[in-house]
């Protein structure tokens, strides 16, 4: 059974146990996908992110979704892309894994990840995508918790790169 799936739009109406947020160190809210998950959450998101002592890169921690249409909330950090002589790869397949961990503990079954890093934070698409995909793969290979694992994707440039993908590696 495949638990992989891709879907394009907007990760603040998906219907899943949790949605993770390519969110800052501070967890505070900020642009793009984390502030739009903080807009559609509501304020009561921001005053529990505020209890948790931001998040290193790399790591995750979680909240609940108020207002969203998902229960929670993963909130992980990505690192900023400064050319992937610093470690940048690691941190991010890092960024997925503790989120998928962290998913496992709270024995959430469905979860939804956006791209992560490749906005502001500059990390080049296909290569982040090609982590994110064997990352989140070589996880459920040893792990049968998850029953869906979705890649959501907002703009057509990531669309094409996850369906190529996927498509070779068999989705």
């Not at 793969?137 to 049968?144: I, P, S, V, Y």
């Amino acid at each position: 059974m495949n638990r992989i799936e891709l879907y394009q739009g907007d990760i603040t109406e998906m219907h899943v146990d949790a949605i993770v947020n390519a969110a800052n160190r501070s967890l505070l809210g900020g642009g793009g996908v984390d502030g739009a998950i903080h807009r559609v959450a509501g304020p009561k998101l921001l005053e529990e992110c505020k209890k948790l002592n931001g998040c290193e890169t790399g790591q995750a921690k979680i909240t609940m979704g108020y207002r969203l249409p998902s229960r929670y909330v993963i909130h992980t950090v990505g690192p900023v892309w400064h050319g992937g002589e610093i470690g940048e790869k690691e941190l991010l397949a890092s960024a997925y894994l503790s989120s998928l961990k962290l998913a496992r503990e709270h024995q959430l079954k469905t979860l939804a990840f956006p791209n992560i890093s490749t906005g502001v934070y500059a990390f080049p698409k296909q290569l982040a995508a090609e982590i994110a995909i064997e990352t989140v793969r070589n996880f459920l290979e040893n792990d049968d918790w998850f029953e869906e694992i979705t890649f959501c994707v907002y703009d057509d440039e990531n669309y094409e790169i996850y369906t190529k993908l996927l498509n070779q590696t068999g989705h």
